[in-house]
């Protein structure tokens, strides 16, 4: 039998294990998913544990995206991105991959989103700064917006084709953009948005990286607008469809992960 999992804490409410283990049965294949929920000082000591056993390959969700990169050997995007949500175990030293940039990229692709011009991503923290990589890799022009403004900066400086702004001008940034994503925490189980209605406009693809609830204030004006939405449990599916092939080299059982996942939400 394979063992999968998800080192993090807490990782109590996490999706992954019904997504993935829906997965494991559609395909007959022998195999669990299980969570894990070390103390931050033990991080390390799980990582070298969890090669020792044997185990096949872990996601990784908050606290430890950014410190299991010392711990493994990052791929070129997770290393450029600065965090790591997927390890594999298949060779001799544990390989490090970021698939929030790509589940974002296949969310986005999956409703027909064209991924050239200009995108608009709201947030700096660790999902903007997977997702806005992601686009800039596309070939997007890429401009990201976030309350504190140095942080948008700085990732603008690392990411190509970017510019760093604060919450502001976000009228002005959408005028010409096709495509915006939201990558605060801000929605997530409260009604708020960080984006005005008034900045919305019916050329616009929004993907909400929130996904608690599912139908966000930002999802509910951008539809009110004429705008194409792209709920957070896309961007969720496919990060976990972008793991699943790469641990078990099978192409992943998509609607039968997208429906575990929503019936759980
Ligand atoms: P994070 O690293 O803590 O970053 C939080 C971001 O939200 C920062 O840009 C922060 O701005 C901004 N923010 C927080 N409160 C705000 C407010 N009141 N007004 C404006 N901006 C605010 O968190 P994260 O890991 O990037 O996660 C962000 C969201 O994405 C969460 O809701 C998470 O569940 C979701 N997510 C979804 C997926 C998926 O697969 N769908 C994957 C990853 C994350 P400052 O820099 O100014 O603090």
Avoid at 34 to 53: N, W
Avoid at 63 to 74: G, R, T
Avoid at 227 to 245: C, I, R, S
């Amino acid at each position: 039998m394979q063992v999968f999992g998800l080192l993090g804490n807490p990782v109590t409410h996490s999706l992954s294990p019904p997504m993935h283990e829906a997965a494991y049965a559609e395909l007959d294949l022998d195999a669990r998913y299980v969570t894990f929920e070390p103390a931050p000082e033990a991080l390390e000591a799980a990582i070298c544990g969890a090669q020792a056993l044997g185990i096949a390959g872990l996601n990784v969700t908050i606290p430890f995206k950014q410190d299991v990169l010392e711990l493994v050997e990052p791929d070129d995007l997770a290393a450029r991105i600065g965090a790591v949500n997927t390890i594999d175990f298949s060779g001799e030293t544990p390989t490090g991959h970021n698939t929030d940039a790509i589940g974002a990229v296949r969310a986005l692709r999956d409703h027909d989103v064209a991924l050239d011009g200009t995108a608009v991503v709201v947030g700096a923290g660790g999902a903007g700064r997977a997702i806005a990589f992601g686009l800039a890799d596309e070939g997007m022009t890429v401009r990201i917006a976030n309350r504190t403004e140095q942080k948008a900066h700085d990732l603008a400086d690392a990411v190509p084709n970017a510019t760093g702004h604060g919450l502001g001008d976000l009228d002005k940034l959408l005028a010409d953009a096709s495509v915006l994503v939201n990558a605060t925490s801000v929605g997530m189980e409260s009604d708020e948005t960080p984006v005005p209605k008034a900045a919305l406009h019916d050329e616009l693809a929004v993907l909400d990286a929130v996904y608690r609830p599912l139908e966000t204030r930002l999802l509910r004006d951008a539809r009110a607008v004429g705008a194409t939405t792209v709920d957070g449990a896309w961007m969720l599916l496919y990060q976990g469809v972008e793991a699943f092939e790469r641990w078990t080299g099978n192409d992943a059982p998509v609607s039968v992960m997208n429906i575990a996942l929503r019936e759980r939400l």
